[in-house]
Every structure is written in structure tokens, then in C-alpha cells.
């Protein structure tokens, strides 16, 4: 199959039906967008009022974006990977859940958290065994955040070592962001004189977080890439 988007007059039966198939575990995903089950699912034949040549599917009413996801999941194996997230946020996201557990109570909520830890771990054990057995491409392992601010005056904390180092760099800097985070939630009781500083350590946090997330990122690739480069 090529990698054009098929064309809206040519979509037949057999089309329609692998489109349904492959998208049938994302409507409940549109449906909570405000989006009607109807428009994802192409006509099975013509509207009688219509010309042959003026037969149109669904896809009209589609967004482009949505349409090009279509047609990704069309022309994607069954083996192929799409990577929605990377080492570097899956460690991110438990880094942050371990600091809900830590500051939480409440038994119902400890006990979703609970589940979402073991989600994530899964999560990343899996991540790592599809990348060393070769099923991730190196090159979607890395999605550099590329923040653009003004250098000077803003001096983010170097991140080096190895990924022992670095997780704990991710995770101190996320408990110093909670820190600071709780400050917000309550801004009318911050000195006036204390706002702009609350305000840049937030900013300066945020971006030494996302360093912390492309270094792992980076030393993951870095690593299946030399692990490739001796088979």
C-alpha cells in the first residue's frame, strides 16, 4: 500500500471494513471528543440520490489530522511499533506518581496510584525489551524537547552521569517542583516581593526537568545503537 491517504470516491467494502477494524479501539477516544460514531465508519455503498461519480465517504467531515492517522494505521504492520511516549517521559510520569503516593492519604486514591505505578514499570520494562530485541527504531527513542528562552539570566542545572543519575536528577527536580507548585496554589499568600521569584524557579525547574528527560532518552539510543553495532 502506498502512503497516500485513499481516496475518498475509491473507498470500497474490503477498505471500509479494514479501516473499521483498525480504528474501532480509538472511537471511544473521538466519542469523548465530542465526536459521533457515524463519521468513522465509511458508507457501504452509495446514497441513491447521489452520481457514482459523486459518491463520498464519511472522511469529508473527517479533520486532516485524524485522516492522516487513518491512513497510518493503514499502512502500519502488524509488528511495527508507533511510540506514543519515551523512556525518558515513562520514567518522567513515575517519578511523579511515586510523589502523589508519598504525599497522599487518602486510601482510594493510594490505591490507584498503586496501579499506576505498576502500570508504568510495565510499561518500561516492555519499552526496554522491544528496543533491545530491535522492534523500536532508535531514532523515535529521542523527542528532544527544544525549549527556546533566553539564555542569559536563566541558568538551568547541568545533567550528567549515568541513568542512575540521571533518574535521580528527574526525580529531585520534580519534588522541588512540587515544592514549589504548592506555593501557586496558594499565590495570594506569597510576599509580593517573593512572586517573580516563585514564578522563575518554576520555569527554571520545568527546564531542567526536560533535560533530565531528553538525557535519558539520549543514553537509551545511545546504548541499542552500540548494542546493534556489535551483532
Known amino acids: 500500500m502506498t502512503g497516500e491517504v485513499p481516496s475518498v470516491a475509491s473507498t470500497e467494502r474490503t477498505v471500509a471494513a479494514s479501516i473499521r477494524a483498525r480504528v474501532s479501539p480509538l472511537i471511544s477516544i473521538f466519542v469523548s471528543l465530542g465526536k459521533r460514531k457515524r ?46 511516549e519515551t523512556l525518558g517521559m515513562l520514567c518522567d510520569k513515575l517519578t511523579i506518581v511515586k510523589l502523589k503516593q508519598y504525599h497522599s492519604e487518602d486510601e482510594e486514591r493510594l490505591a490507584s496510584l498503586a496501579v499506576q505505578a505498576d502500570q ?23 523527542f528532544a524537547a527544544n525549549k527556546v528562552f533566553k539564555q542569559e539570566g536563566n ?11 540521571i533518574f535521580y536528577q528527574l526525580a529531585d527536580v520534580n519534588c522541588r517542583l512540587w515544592h514549589e507548585q504548592e506555593k501557586v496554589y496558594e499565590f495570594e499568600k506569597v510576599a509580593v516581593e517573593e512572586k517573580d521569584k516563585v514564578v522563575k524557579q518554576l520555569a527554571l525547574l520545568n527546564l531542567e526537568r526536560n533535560k533530565c528527560i531528553d538525557a535519558i532518552n539520549h543514553r537509551f539510543m545511545q546504548l541499542i545503537k552500540e548494542k546493534a553495532n556489535q551483532q
Open 120 to 142: 508504568l514499570q510495565q510499561e518500561i520494562d516492555e519499552y526496554v525489551s522491544d528496543a533491545v530485541s530491535g522492534k523500536i527504531d532508535p531514532l523515535k527513542m529521542t
Open 155 to 165: 541558568t538551568v542545572a547541568e545533567v550528567s552521569g549515568g541513568f542512575g543519575e
Open 39 to 84: 463519521i468513522l465508519i465509511p458508507p457501504m455503498q452509495k446514497p441513491a440520490s447521489r452520481k457514482k461519480d459523486d459518491r463520498r465517504a464519511c472522511f469529508c467531515i473527517i479533520p486532516m489530522s485524524l485522516v492522516r492517522l487513518l491512513s497510518l494505521f493503514l499502512q502500519a504492520k502488524s509488528n511495527d511499533k508507533i511510540m506514543a
